[in-house]
Structures are given as structure tokens and as C-alpha cells.
């Protein structure tokens, strides 16, 4: 179970990997935490914080639907953070490393520190409107390729973090995580669970010293702690799990085990719809509306160049509502796909007070700025529009 657990941290590491460092993609974007930090601001004003995007809601979702059917198989499975940090604890073990173990009383006092972090982080992005938490973020340290943005408190946290996992299991998922604090919940009312038959037990505690989370196994009738990643260490290391002493799957009275097979399916089906219903159903990152939805509108949808983020999306807001010689006229809905080559923008508009090639023209064309006394070039471009061709206005 080890060994295909391990195969599978290796592939969506890989994946993470491949992605950021050989297509340079921007892998903020399907970052399921992304989603919690950024659902505030899309509920109150309909645009997303920079660098993230709707595919964030979408495979939050997934993840959530996840860890309420296989409890928190994300963290053990896919998170690059926790895959990293196993592995260093793994190879702590073969150093010869001395392992601490944190009495149960301080583990319990410490898990409590990642719901601080989750409050501090929220309240933070929330207030300014920005990631602050990736100043910080051991993950972003890994995925960022040293971006402009990036400090040195990442590269800080993310080496504290790796130093003691290698003679502590997985403390920055146990102890710090937000969004194992955004899980736990979830989790502790999720389907799957390790399950106990005392009457094939023989309360040789292996269970339990070999789980990564700390998790009293041997003392449960069924492992409903919200901790658990269901990595099956402990089934793998019972001794009298032919007999049954052991098992995964749903709560009792229901005796069918599950198997590790159908965990990783239901765990890669549930990522895989997420990533499918985002391409099909694509929803805006960045809206807003001017003035009063009359009976008729007509839509107009455009690429534009270095519409890449929410700053963008902004500038673009002040080019349709300038107030000079190609002001648009009435109402205007502006729905945008901010990204970092060709961006997606649909303009809903008042068909009987404003045309498409008006619309074109407030995006490409200067605006005199009569408060500042300067002209300001708009830095857009339409793909296939030149503004000097009449034939197209």
C-alpha cells in the first residue's frame, strides 16, 4: 500500500512540477486553498484576487467532495507540501535519525494553531485584497519559480518546515496547515474510515506507531478523527489484517472492505470532473456592471492582449467609463478572463445607445484625462482589430 501511495505523490508531484517549471504554467490557478482565500472577494465583488482564477472554486469543490467520501486523501495523496514532507521524514528514518514523539496532550494544543493560521490568513487576504499568505507560503516557494513577488519568509518557512520533518512526521500538515483546517471539518463526517474488529485485535499497538498523524488506531472501534489522510499505514502495518483486524471502507454495520484501488479512483475522478466542469462551464474571474440593464442588450466578445490580472481588468474599467469624445453611452456588463498572453473579455451592452465598434474604441484609444491634464495611452490591444480600418467601428 506504501509503494502505491508512493507512486501516486510521485506522478501529481510530477505533474505539479512539469507544470510549473517546463510548460510555466501558472499552477495558482488550480491551488484548491486559492478558492477559500478567494471567495469573499468574488461574493461581494465579483472578481478574483490576482493570480488566481474561477478554476480555484472548481477544484475546491472536487477536493471537498473528496474528503467527504475518503476523508482527507488529498493531504496524503496529492499535496506536493505533504508528499515532501513524508518523504523527508522517510529519509530521516534511514539517516538513523532520532524520531520525536510529541506527547498527545501537546499534539492536540499545537493541532489547534492551524484554525489561528486559517483566521489570520483569511482575515488578512480578505482586508487588503491580496495573497498575503504566499509571502509565507511553503508551497508557493515551491511553485512560484522565484516570481518578483516571492520573499524570503517562503524559502524560510518552507526550510523549518522540511528541517523537522526529517525527525518529525508531517509537522506543518499537522499543525500549521490552513487548509487542513479548512478539511478537518469535512473530514470528521466524511463516508470512508478505518475500521477495528476488536475480536481480531490483539492490541499490539502497530496501528497506532505507525501512523503519521498520530492517531490512537488501536483504541478506536473506527477512525473517525478528522487527522485522518487515509494513507492505510496502519492497515499495511497490522499484523492480523488477513483476519480482519483491520479494514477500510464505510462505517458499520456495512463488513465490505474497500481497496486502495478504489480510493485512488474515486480520489482522481473527483480532481477530474473538477478540471472537466471548469473547461465546460467557464465563469468569469473579473465582472462589473455600469448603470441599469435595459430591455435589449447585445454582446460583443473580444481577446485582448495584457489583460493578465485583476489590476488589468481594472485599468480596462476606467478606458470604458472615461468621459471624452468615445464615452460609452447607457449600460455595460464587463465579464474578463484575465490571462497572461490573450485574454477572454465579454461586453454586454445597450444595443440601442452603444455599438460594438464604440465599445472597441474605448478599449484601444487614448483618454485625455482632464483632472490630471494628460493623455493616456491604453495599453490593449484587440486580437484582429486595427483602429485605423473603418470598415471595422
Known sequence: MTRTRRLVQLAF????????????????LWCPFGGVEALYTYATEGNMLC????????????????????RRAFCGYMCPIGTLSEWLGGLGKRLGTTRWQVPPRLDRVLGLVKYVVLVVVLTATWRAGELLFRGYDPCYALISRHGTDITHWAYVVAGAAAVVSVAVSVPFCRWFCPFAAVLSPFS????????REESACTSCGQCSRRCPMAIPVESMQQVTDARCTSCLTCVEACPQRAAGALSWGPPKPIRQAW?????????????SAAVAACYAFPMPSFVKTHGTAPPETATVDLEIYDLTCRGRANLLVYYLERDDLFALDGYW??????????????????SARCSEGAIRMA??????????????????????????????L
Open 259 to 271: 481497496s486502495q484501488a478504489a480510493l485512488i479512483t474515486v480520489m482522481v475522478l473527483c480532481t
Open 188 to 195: 470528521r463526517v466524511a463516508l470512508a474510515r478505518v475500521r
Open 13 to 28: 508531484l510530477a505533474l505539479v512540477l512539469v507544470g510549473v517549471f517546463v510548460y510555466r504554467a501558472n499552477c495558482e
Open 333 to 350: 456588463k464587463l465579464e474578463a478572463w484575465p490571462d497572461p498572453t490573450l485574454a477572454r473579455v465579454r461586453i454586454t451592452y445597450d
Open 51 to 70: 493570480s488566481l482564477g474561477t478554476s480555484n472554486f472548481f477544484i475546491l469543490g472536487g477536493v471537498l467532495l473528496s474528503v467527504l467520501l475518503l
Open 363 to 392: 478599449v484601444t484609444e487614448s483618454y485625455y484625462d482632464a483632472v490630471g491634464n494628460v493623455w493616456r495611452q491604453s495599453p490593449f490591444v484587440i486580437e484582429g482589430y486595427d483602429p485605423l480600418d473603418a470598415g471595422m
